[in-house]
């Protein structure tokens, strides 16, 4: 993949630059992330994570193809060009079959990569780091570096297989906590050491190089590490760029390889751009995304019960209340305490699990509602004053219309632009 391949040289040759990565499937989220895009003509990075989609549909109920029409279709309507526009697959491996034995997690996993390869996806983060059922914990490197290995095999076959040549660029590695923030509160993070990194370096491109694979490490972009950020239901943890040094010294001497740093969701504008300047310079947002988009509907909501009566209210927060708690599979496990604190992380939480039941049907139809009411009137300035500030302002100066879905939107842009802002440095500063 040549956008990606070029902009790690770039970076490589001294400029801070890098690129986010937009892990989302909601549709208010894309169209957000590709309107920041126009905005600053660049290129796009967006991923679909293994819970997510694969190819019985993962939760989303979406296979790697369905996505990548989903994500296009957008695109198009909106006139952003195909060739700025990458797709990723995130924690590919057996993540989704952890309570299987290995040999019927990895054979799914197999078909999992193969689908999404096959689909038209250029990066791929192959990690097998999880332990199934009949597995030892925590694996060795060999075993993860020999899983992922086997996976890359695959992808490098149906690639070429579909398309002609290989053209695939690879992520290795993952980070500590699992993906989507801490399940438990956190007081500290310990950075990887530079030791750890380079022991999964090698046991990959030993792995690669024992199934033929020798080539590929100038392929691999990104390793994934944990530069010290991190967030749980309701804190942050900062980057502390003094802590990273020794991983930053380390990445200095490959030709090709940068970090990726995932859940850095919440972090501060300075931290992000200190992160790309130290080559953690792929930078994964996801429930930040989500987070705003849902801040955005429950402001909206509050706007609506000020302006129609109750009988006619979409009560949105009540239905999506009502969803989490008819289905709590998706947060039980995360959220802990007393009656009063499990409700007001359903709602309020870092880890937005509300991110899980926006695809339910009858909160779709609330959310239809909601926009159908608000779409009939214009809101009063007042209100949007009192609930959604900063798009008020930007109202009141011209740069923004005042209608409900373009407010939504804005708001999760606000989340994008500072991203933008830290890896396209030279577009946003023009």
């Not at 909106?78 to 924690?91: I, M």
């Not at 691999?220 to 991983?247: C, N, R, T």
């Not at 599979?329 to 870092?350: C, I, M, N, P, T």
Request: glycine share 6%.
């Amino acid at each position: 993949m040549d956008i990606l391949l070029d902009l790690i040289k770039n970076h490589k040759n001294g400029e801070a630059i890098g690129i986010y990565s937009v892990c989302s499937a909601h549709p208010f989220v894309i169209e957000a992330a590709i309107r920041q895009a126009v905005k600053d003509n660049s290129v796009l990075l967006i991923e679909a994570t293994s819970n997510q989609v694969d190819q019985l549909g993962g939760y989303t109920g979406m296979t790697p193809e369905d996505f990548k029409q989903f994500v296009f279709t957008i695109s198009q309507r909106l006139n952003f060009p195909a060739n700025k526009l990458v797709l990723g697959g995130d924690h590919l491996g057996p993540n989704r079959w952890q309570n299987e034995a290995a040999d019927i997690a990895m054979a799914k996993a197999e078909a999992q990569i193969a689908a999404y390869v096959a689909a038209g996806f250029k990066k791929i983060h192959l990690d097998c780091s999880m332990s199934c059922a009949d597995d030892p914990v925590p694996l060795t490197d060999h075993i993860v570096a020999a899983r992922a290995a086997r996976l890359a095999l695959i992808a490098e076959k149906t690639c070429i297989h579909t398309f002609g040549h290989s053209d695939l660029v690879y992520v290795i590695g993952t980070e500590v906590p699992v993906p989507g923030g801490a399940h438990e509160p956190l007081n500290d993070l310990a950075v990887t050491t530079p030791e750890a990194a380079q022991k999964t370096i090698e046991a990959h491109w030993d792995a690669f190089k024992h199934v033929g694979l020798g080539h590929l490490p100038s392929r691999v972009i990104g390793l994934v590490v944990q530069p010290g950020v991190e967030f749980d239901h309701d804190g942050v943890i900062d980057y502390q760029s003094d802590k990273a040094v020794p991983l930053t010294r380390l990445v200095e001497q490959y030709d090709h390889l940068l970090f990726e740093a995932h859940s850095t969701d919440y972090q501060t504008e300075q931290a992000y751009h200190q992160l790309v300047r130290d080559h953690f310079a792929i930078l994964k947002v996801g429930p930040a995304l989500t987070f705003a988009l849902r801040e955005a509907l429950f402001a909206l909501a509050c706007i609506e019960e000020e302006l129609i009566s109750a009988r006619s209210c979409s009560g949105l927060r009540q239905i999506l209340e009502q969803a989490m708690q008819t289905q709590p599979e998706h947060w039980q496990s995360y959220y802990h305490g007393d009656a009063s604190v499990k409700r007001l992380a359903r709602s309020f939480s870092y880890s937005d699990r509300i991110r899980y039941y926006w695809p339910d049907e009858k909160v779709g139809e609330g959310l239809d509602r909601l926009l159908t009411n608000l779409n009939e009137m214009p809101l009063p300035l007042p209100l949007l004053s009192q609930y959604l500030p900063v798009q008020y302002q930007r109202i009141r100066e011209g740069r923004l219309a005042n209608h409900a879905r373009e407010l939504i939107l804005d708001k999760i842009m606000q989340v994008t632009e500072v991203y933008a802002a830290a890896c396209f440095p030279r577009t946003n500063a023009a």
